[in-house]
């Protein structure tokens, strides 16, 4: 299909191109244009049905949209800004240099510019910051007959008409009433009998993390923003819930692997901005290391006793980082999801803590026979006259760093999270070079204890 559109737009059938196009989803549509000649875009662009072109203007990303905008006369640019909605206006104004952004408001009247104004200065990371202020909202004196004329009358111009607010004159909410609510009973009943006045709603400040958090929880298409009076100011659709889990998730799982969180898809990312988003974090857990080196270096002039033993540090190392990493990743994400609060500390640390006991039982026993057979028998690592101390030391050592390094990556996140740190930054990396120096300093007292080797 891709292969068969870029072949008519390099023959010049738009004709042929328009209905093809006309017969696609937005998504798709937009996918097209990255792969499409940058000269031919605005061409493209202006094939489309009008309403058609809006909905795949959402879809492209900001540099797309800045290259349009750039092409567009004034009217054009007025006419794809007043198919959007206002949450998909802000979003694309929010992403626009400062430029750009003045010929957008310039093409709208002052009423949605006012209310542009009003939504571009909630925080980034606030529920009115994603809400779009189309909706239908209902009064509970009315009709069901009454509803279906308003619906009617507004409905093309609100972002969804299933869920439908119901609110006094004040504008404070009172209730909700669905579409399937309002079919399924006699057009002269009143609204006020039949809407719901167990209103889920968030707050404008609400972080959109939490508003998104809510989708999940209850299965909504659509939850209601009010602000600090209870007046109903807005709405979040679950279209932009699924977008904030996404860039939180993203955001996440860039911050346990060390990385800044980028703005951009990977193939938009230059390699100097790629550079700089990994080199903070690279650069302070080299530092960190030196902690490592420090340790054993603090115990050069007696390793010279301690043999083939230095052999088994990388192993005790790798296992503690990797046991501390998959308990901070766990309860990190059980963090964002709203499992876990810092009350619950004690309740993980009793869990993790037995997790741990088992994890190290089990892996203990494998090494213990591992050592034994392989790396004595085999390899011939150990001193033969203190083999089973030997192989005990190892084993001790083992242990304990899998026990610490779960105590350690399942708390860290929490107490993060409780002094105002993002949780994320407590993961994988950071936590492996801290299990590291711990399990070293493990080892060399199991050593020196056991051994008197160091």
């Known amino acids: 299909m891709e292969e068969k559109i870029l072949a008519l737009i390099e023959e010049r059938k738009f004709g042929e191109l328009k209905n093809m196009l006309s017969e696609m989803q937005p998504p798709d549509i937009a996918a097209i244009f990255e792969e499409a000649p940058e000269k031919d875009i605005p061409i493209i662009f202006r094939i489309l049905p009008k309403e ?43 992403e626009m240099p400062a430029t750009v952004t003045k010929r957008i408001l310039k093409q709208t009247d002052p009423k949605t510019r006012q209310m542009i104004n009003q939504l571009l200065a909630y925080p980034d990371d606030s529920a009115g910051s994603i809400m779009t202020t189309e909706y239908i909202d ?127 898809s990977y193939f938009k990312t230059s390699v100097f901005d790629t550079f700089k988003a990994r080199i903070p974090w690279l650069m302070l857990l080299m530092i960190s290391a030196t902690f490592t080196g420090a340790i054993i270096s603090g115990f050069e002039d007696k390793l010279i006793n301690f043999g083939a033993r230095i052999a088994f540090i990388p192993m005790l190392m790798d296992t503690g980082g990797n046991s501390g990493s998959q308990a901070s990743v766990t309860v990190i994400r059980a963090i964002s999801m709203g499992d876990i609060e810092f009350s619950d500390i004690l309740r993980v640390l009793w869990k993790e803590i037995r997790v741990a006991f088992m994890c190290a039982t089990a892996l203990v026993s494998i090494n213990f026979i591992k050592l034994f057979f392989v790396d004595n028998l085999l390899l011939g690592n150990f001193d033969n006259g203190k083999v089973i101390v030997e192989i005990c030391v190892v084993s001790a050592t083992l242990f304990c760093a899998i026990v610490v390094a779960k105590i350690i990556g399942c708390s860290l996140p929490i107490l993060a999270k409780k002094i105002g740190f993002d949780p994320a930054v407590m993961a994988s990396p950071l936590i492996t070079t801290i299990v590291d120096a711990i399990s070293l300093i493990i080892y060399f007292f199991m050593a020196n204890l056991m051994l008197g080797a160091v």
């Open 138 to 264: 209902l009064k509970k004196s009315m009709t069901v007959e009454k509803a279906f004329d308003r619906i009617r009358k507004i409905g093309f111009e609100s972002e969804t008409i299933y869920s439908c607010y119901v609110t006094d004159a004040g504008r404070h909410l009172l209730g909700i009433v669905s579409v399937k609510d309002l079919l399924l009973n006699p057009k002269e009943e009143i609204i006020g009998n039949i809407m719901d006045e167990n209103v889920i709603f968030a707050n404008t400040l609400d972080d959109k993390e939490y508003v998104a958090g809510l989708f999940e929880k209850y299965d909504m298409l659509a939850l209601p923003i009010v602000d600090k009076e209870e007046r109903l100011v807005g709405i979040v659709t679950v279209d932009d819930a699924i977008d904030v889990l996404q860039e939180e998730a993203t955001e996440d799982i860039e911050k346990m692997a060390a990385i800044l969180p980028s703005e951009h």
């Open 52 to 94: 058609l072109a809006a909905e795949v203007f959402v879809e492209m990303d900001s540099d797309m949209q800045q290259l349009l905008i750039a092409a567009f006369s004034d009217k054009e640019l007025h006419d794809v800004i007043d198919e959007l909605f206002m949450d998909d206006t802000v979003d694309i104004i929010d």
